[in-house]
């Protein structure tokens, strides 16, 4: 998406992919977005699932770090049973990226400390 030019950029509704959108927390470990399906008039789209988020923030030295996976359910039970699972699988994705980003950053550093500089030139 271009940002440079506010022209360019489609503000339009999806009027065909319209959700209510509730949250469900235990005020400990973290919400469940239930994104419940309608129409444009505000009635039930009974032909759409209802999805389900997890979220939750982890605490690190450098503050919360936000953590969400989509939940594999169809009723809220279904996602609460769901989101233990979910969210480990997320941390371990997140952290494997990290470590990505970080042998990236390293990789980049090493280069650019072992080019030799002359001088005069």
């Known amino acids: ?32 977005r239930c994104l419940r399906p309608i129409k444009a008039d505000g009635s039930k789209d009974p032909d759409r699932q ?7 923030q982890l605490h690190s030295p450098q ?21 233990p699972g979910a ?3 997320a941390l371990q994705e997140m952290m494997e990226r990290a470590k990505q980003m970080q042998a990236q950053q390293q990789a980049a550093q090493k280069e650019n ?3 030799i500089i002359t001088p005069g030139r």
């Open 63 to 83: 503050g919360l770090v936000p953590l969400q996976a989509p939940l594999k359910a169809t009723t809220l039970e279904e996602a609460m049973n769901e989101f």
């Open 87 to 89: 969210m480990k699988i």
């Open 50 to 56: 209802t999805l389900f988020m997890g979220h939750t």
């Open 113 to 115: 400390e072992s080019r």
């Open 1 to 32: 998406m271009n940002t440079s030019n506010p022209d360019q950029i489609d503000f339009t509704f999806n009027k065909q992919n319209l959700c209510i959108e509730e949250s469900v927390t235990d005020l400990k470990v973290g919400s469940i």
